[in-house]
């Protein structure tokens, strides 16, 4: 009999540790994004790298060119992508409560503020070309062109995973997991825009 008890004990304290244990679990689809999400953090890393060593190189040069950038446009940009990180945040929020609509609601709203961000982006650069700003013209330029220009791929490349989870949570079907992967990427390309901002426009 005490041995029974004894066995029932550890058992149910094997059951506690595995239970404690499960919040610091990580799937493998997961753990993958955390790589990715590491290798363009060293993307960017690099582009910020390289640019901050041609800002202080050349100082008097750029700071006078960064004055032909419209930062009331970008500051409105800024204002965008934070608000569909907010979005993004009650999308998985909802997701992960299995509540489609909702989800859908949100993620259809994140998609919109994306959107919104790219269309100012393109005004802003047909404004330039216009007026003969190119990336050629000179390395703040190139710079500029090649930061923003990365950073608008990349969220267009993250409106394509937010459309096919938001499709599939208009049909009813939630998956918590995969929009939080989906708001992971989401998030990490509106924090690039964080450094961005300043550093080309205010700076």
Request: proline residues 3%; charged residues 10%; aromatic residues 12%.
């Amino acid at each position: 009999m005490d041995a029974a008890v004894a066995e029932a004990h550890v058992a149910a304290l094997q059951g506690e540790d595995a239970h404690a244990a499960e919040p610091f679990r990580m799937s493998a689809v997961k753990f993958a994004m955390w790589l990715f999400l590491a290798s363009e953090v060293m993307f960017f890393a690099g582009l910020l790298g390289s640019y901050l060593v041609l800002r202080f190189s050349h100082a008097n040069q750029f700071s006078e060119e960064a004055l032909a950038l419209n930062w009331p446009l970008a500051t409105l940009n800024t204002v965008v992508l934070i608000g569909s990180s907010l979005t993004m945040a009650l999308a998985v929020s909802a997701a992960q409560a299995g509540q489609a609509p909702r989800t859908a609601r949100f993620l259809g709203f994140t998609f919109v503020l994306g959107v919104v961000f790219l269309v100012v982006k393109a005004i802003e650069y047909s404004t330039k070309i216009h007026h003969g700003i190119v990336p050629s013209m000179s390395l703040f330029y190139a710079s500029y062109f090649t930061m923003t220009g990365c950073h608008a791929l990349h969220l267009i490349g993250g409106l394509v995973p937010v459309t096919v989870v938001g499709l599939r949570a208009l049909r009813g079907r939630v998956d918590g997991g995969k929009v939080e992967l989906v708001g992971l990427y989401w998030h990490f390309v509106d924090l690039v825009w964080i450094f961005l901002f300043p550093l080309l426009y205010l700076i």
